[in-house]
C-alpha cells in the first residue's frame, strides 16, 4: 500500500507542479481518464475537455503543499488519494485551503485521474480570485 501512495502522491505532485509552470492544460490532458471529471470549490463541475480548456487561460499558483496524504482502496485498480491542499498564487492573493480528493483507476500499465475534488476548509475560505485549482 506504501508503494501505491508513493506512486499517487508523485502523480499528484506532478499536476500541481504543471499548475505553477503553466503546463498543466498538457498534463492534466494525459493524466485525467476519457470520462473524468473534475468538481471545483465553487461547486462547478468540469469534464476533461473543459478543464483543459479551462487551465490554458488560468493563471499559474507559485507554491502549493500537501498535507495529511491518505490512501483509500477503491478495489482492484482503484484509490482515492485525500490529503489537505493549500496554493498560493502570490503577494495579494489569499490562501487557498481546502479537503483535495483525487481517485485514480489503473488503465494498462498507468494510473489516470478520474475524479478530483476540492472542498474548501471552512476556516480559510477563498477569497475572490482563489476559488479552486483552475
Known amino acids: 500500500m506504501t508503494d501505491l501512495l508513493d ?25 485525467m481518464t476519457e470520462d473524468a471529471l ?29 498535507e495529511d496524504p491518505r490512501l483509500v482502496a477503491l478495489g482492484p485498480g482503484a484509490a482515492a488519494l485525500v490529503y489537505t491542499g493549500r496554493a498560493s498564487r502570490g503577494a495579494g492573493e489569499a490562501e487557498f485551503v481546502g479537503a483535495m480528493s483525487s481517485s485514480y483507476v489503473r488503465t494498462g500499465d498507468r494510473w489516470r485521474l478520474g475524479l478530483y475534488t476540492q472542498t474548501p476548509v471552512p476556516s480559510a475560505e477563498p477569497s475572490r480570485g482563489a476559488s479552486g485549482v483552475v
Not at 473534475?38 to 500537501?66: C, E, H, K, N, Q
Request: glycine share 10%; charged share 25%; with cysteine.
Open 7 to 31: 506512486l499517487l502522491l508523485e502523480l499528484e505532485r506532478r499536476g500541481w507542479e504543471s499548475l505553477c509552470d503553466g503546463t498543466a492544460a498538457d498534463v492534466y490532458g494525459e493524466l
Open 38 to 66: 473534475f468538481v471545483l470549490a465553487d461547486g462547478s463541475v468540469m469534464d476533461r475537455p473543459t478543464v483543459v480548456a479551462a487551465l490554458r487561460g488560468s493563471p499559474t499558483w507559485r507554491s502549493y503543499a500537501i
